[in-house]
């Protein structure tokens, strides 16, 4: 069981970035998926969390109308798209399988995590 997550890089204010998470070894669409993140100092946060039933999703406050989270059940990936992005948004990204909140502690299976750096 694997989670592969990808696509964080150095980007300016303003601009996006698309991170996927790609599973390995299970299926994705039995359990909700989640992006988290954790800067430096801070305790790892529940950025936007996809249900594995519905496909409902939820968004921190600070993220709302800016990441778009979304499964391909068919490639067995959940990508996070990030527009508008702020040097607040900076950290460490990680997607995790489990749920059915957006918790960490309600995920089992954690990706490696992609730096993600918002600066000009």
């Known amino acids: 069981v694997q989670l592969q997550a990808s696509g964080g890089g150095l980007v300016q204010p303003g601009g996006s970035l698309r991170l996927s998470c790609a599973a390995s070894g299970f299926t994705l669409d039995y359990y909700a998926i989640g992006w988290f993140r954790q800067a430096p100092g801070k305790e790892r946060e529940g950025v936007s969390c996809i249900s594995s039933s519905d496909g409902s999703a939820f968004y921190r406050d600070s993220v709302k109308g800016r990441f778009t989270i979304s499964r391909d059940n068919a490639k067995n990936t959940v990508a996070l798209q990030m527009n508008s992005l702020k040097p607040e948004d900076t950290a460490v990204y990680y997607c995790?399988?489990?749920?059915?909140?957006?918790?960490?502690?309600?995920?089992?299976?954690w990706g490696q995590g992609t730096q993600v750096t918002v600066s000009s």
């Open positions: 995790a399988a489990g749920g059915p909140g957006c918790s960490p502690h309600e995920y089992d299976y």
